[in-house]
């Protein structure tokens, strides 16, 4: 059974890059069955898609964020992360890692999510 | 790239029928077929509850369905349950550039 789980620092400096990993147990990202995103949520606010990588290594974002993300996949380590850069208090949210069934673009496999707050 | 509309809540009694709608457009929810469905209770991460318009992954509740017309989908909860009080969300897959919208969220409450 496939699991996530985010990790990363809780606070940030503003205009500094974020970096987050997502480790996932009980199978392999290399599959080519599901693909890796990246989800937010703000406090009390609703989910905004970020992005994610196919198991070919092909990446998609949210084009609201394209200019300042990066995802990238580490198939050896069962790791995929998320870098984005520029960062501002908006981008203070809890951060989700995901997977989705390839074909679907439904995100049935979930990590619990790691809050990040952007301040100085 | 606008988010899908939900209404910000509905409300319920036990035993009763709710349906939540999500509005897109002729990009997203009105050509694909790729709609899904998410279940979020307070602090916890979202939960898949439909996926592809209208099927249930496996261990999710045959009272939950869902259903589009048009550029318009739908969630309808059947046989309400205390345990239904949450935040839902509805998403789309929305082609160029394999992009993915979520609606603003529907506050669900059981009275």
């Known amino acids: 059974q496939l699991q996530l789980q985010e990790s990363g620092p809780g606070l940030v400096k503003p205009s500094e890059t974020l970096s987050l990993t997502c480790t996932v147990s009980?199978?392999?990202?290399?599959?080519?069955?599901?693909?890796w995103g990246w989800i937010r949520q703000p406090p009390g606010k609703g989910l905004e898609y970020i992005g994610y990588?196919?198991?070919?290594?092909?990446?998609y974002y949210n084009s609201s964020l394209k200019s300042r993300v990066t995802i990238s996949a580490y198939p050896s380590k069962s790791q995929f992360s998320l870098n984005l850069s520029s960062l501002t208090a908006a981008d203070t949210a809890v951060y989700y890692c995901a997977g989705a069934v390839d074909g679907t673009a439904a995100f049935d496999i979930w990590g619990q999510g790691t809050m990040v707050a952007v301040s100085s | 790239q606008s988010a899908l509309t939900q209404p910000a809540s509905v409300s319920g009694s036990p035993g009763q029928s709710i349906t939540i709608s999500c509005t897109g457009t002729s990009s997203d929810v009105g050509t694909y077929n790729l709609v899904s469905w998410y279940q979020q209770h307070p602090g916890k991460a979202p939960k898949l509850m439909i996926y592809?318009?209208?099927k249930r992954p496996s261990g999710v509740s045959d009272r939950f369905s869902g259903s589009k017309s048009g550029n318009t989908a739908s969630l309808t909860i059947s046989g309400l349950q205390a345990e239904d009080e949450a935040d839902y969300y509805c998403?789309?897959?929305?082609?160029?550039?394999?992009?993915?919208?979520f609606g603003g969220g529907t506050k669900l409450t059981v009275l």
């Open positions: 998403c789309s897959y929305a082609g160029a550039g394999n992009t993915v919208i």
């Open positions: 990588i196919r198991h070919t290594g092909s990446t």
């Open positions: 592809d318009v209208t």
């Open positions: 009980g199978g392999s990202i290399s599959s080519s069955n599901y693909y």
